[in-house]
């Protein structure tokens, strides 16, 4: 690419189903010019996450995603210029850089991140995926040793973490994926207890099977049919960590919610909470310790998908979406 | 009645739908001997809950109520004779003493009560109604000074304590229920600063207009529409106590649970927690106390809706399940 040339992956149309490479296109901007208080970062792998499909539909966490503007999504960049204080040339950022090769961002929405090898770690166990997977079990699900931890998208970049944090605390850990490789890659590679294959049996049985004492934590990834299953599953006093809802992102917004609702929540009297990584951000700090105590112990693997090419972001994301990954994945820009 | 015999009220058939009298039978049993253990009770007033009609449809936080037996309910008794260390003749308790005269109860599952006047109140607010609306609010719920709680069945034996207690906490109180009458009764009456009449004007708007702050704490009740109706309308970081489901009782199951569930949970940070009164009763007596002096204080008034006749149980219950009481419900036997 020419350095003077800005390529950027416009959002054109949102999507009212499925998630198309029609709904973007790419286009070649201007390098922006940092104002006071920005820096002009060049970025280098942009994170792939399912709630960038959430974004589309509407306000979440933060404001919806508007057609004809730059696809937001969270990169790892290197500043090249600075307007800011406290950011200098070749700095290493994270922040909401969007699909692009430029960006120029108020240093308040950027935060500097050490300069580790490699540096995909930064989007994967590092960040966010990682940060997640800590305090939504953790922080939220609370399991105590000897107790099952159930968890959904368990080969993607969260769920993977989730598991093996659940079996460093002595849980028995049964992981909920598409596919046998997958399920047997959770098991033989990562070191949990069972696996069910949502896509070759039924997940009510299957699970039966696999969390023969019921479950004490489900770390919910995808809502849906699955939590529904999970629900009548769950043990008195059992926690529902509610991380995401895969199942209802790519497509018209779901008819009805999961059965069950709030009765089991009775009777069972569980808890179930919703969370979002940065309302735990206070306690960072710790989290990174203990993420980086185990990854250099062995205890906890961590598995990236990194995909060549900023004109693939499209198709990166409508393949994660359709869970075609394993491990965080992300786009080498 | 004959002191020779006791009068019985049999479930004969499980209800499939709506709960009718002919699924009840009256019939003149034999009036026990208490075993070793036991104490042979006299009953005084049975408690008509809509969780009477849930024990039907399959076991909840108890063993299911089975067809061609006595129907099981909690009541306030007098013991007649005993078998057992701790109860003697003329003593008061509560238990499950089912819809009878008599009953011979192992002493394990009768609590001595005190003999207070009315003894009415035994089984409104200082029975388990007063205890579900003070720990469900208190422990589940923890509202703030100064946030909205809504509450829905808002005008039966828990809600009208819930939103009482509430206003003493300092909230903003609306309630939801069915009727103006009833609507009337909680603000001019009750003290709610405001009702909104599920039967008469679309909830989610008039929810909107009464609760402009959005929702910190919904106790729900109810389950179904009005929940989700609720969801929607809750501010980041809410609480749902989660305390029955009176929609979803009387017929068959619910086909699906509300919609926004799980999404609107982890987008909103909610927490959804169930509970069981007796989750909470190392906690009793500084319930007690408080229930007690703030009745005393004038500031939780006691409605009471008391039926004369053994006879008449079956139609108190349907009654009540489709919402024809004003506080709590009870038979006079």
């Known amino acids: 690419m020419s350095a003077s ?3 950027q992956i416009l959002l054109v ?3 009212t189903g499925k998630l198309a490479k029609s709904n973007f296109k790419m286009t070649d901007g201007k390098i922006p010019e940092p104002k006071d ?5 060049r970025v280098k792998y942009i994170s792939l996450d399912a709630a960038n499909r959430a974004w589309m539909q509407g306000a979440t966490y933060r404001a919806a995603v508007e057609a004809n503007t730059v696809m937001a999504g969270g990169g790892v960049a290197e500043v090249v210029s600075s ?4 950011l200098k040339e070749g700095d290493l950022v994270f922040g909401d850089t969007g699909w692009q090769d430029y960006a120029a961002v108020n240093a308040k929405h950027l935060v500097k991140v050490p300069k580790i090898e490699p540096m995909t770690h930064l989007l994967s166990v590092y960040g966010i995926a990682g940060l997640t997977a800590y305090f939504g079990l953790l922080n939220v699900g609370k399991p105590k040793e000897g107790e099952t931890v159930v968890v959904s998208a368990a080969a993607g970049s969260v769920g993977s973490i989730v598991g093996q944090i659940a079996k460093i605390k002595g849980c028995h850990v ?3 994926a598409g596919g046998k490789d997958k399920c047997a890659w959770l098991v033989k590679d990562l070191g949990f207890d069972a696996a069910v294959d949502y896509k070759s049996e039924p997940v009510f049985k299957a699970l039966k099977a696999a969390a023969p004492n019921g479950i004490d934590v489900y770390f919910d990834n995808v809502g849906g049919d699955i939590l529904e299953a999970c629900l009548s599953q769950m043990n008195n006093r059992g926690r529902i960590s509610c991380c995401g809802a ?3 992102y790519d497509g018209a917004a779901p008819a009805a919610g999961p059965r069950g609702i709030p009765g089991l929540i009775v009777v069972k009297r569980l808890i179930m909470q919703g969370f979002i990584v ?13 993420l980086q105590s185990w990854v250099k112990a062995g205890k906890l693997k961590v598995q990236e998908d990194v995909i060549s090419g900023l004109e693939n972001t ?6 994660l979406l359709a869970g075609e990954n394993r491990g965080k994945r992300m786009v080498k820009v």
Chains 1, 2 share one sequence.
């Open 5 to 7: 040339v800005n390529r």
């Open 13 to 15: 149309e949102k999507p």
């Open 37 to 41: 208080g920005e820096a002009l970062v």
């Open 83 to 86: 307007k800011a204080p406290g």
């Open 174 to 176: 049964v992981g909920i």
């Open 246 to 248: 895969i199942s209802a």
């Open 278 to 290: 940065t309302d735990f951000y206070d306690q960072r700090e710790q989290a990174m310790a203990d």
């Open 314 to 319: 499209p198709q990166a994301l409508i393949g």
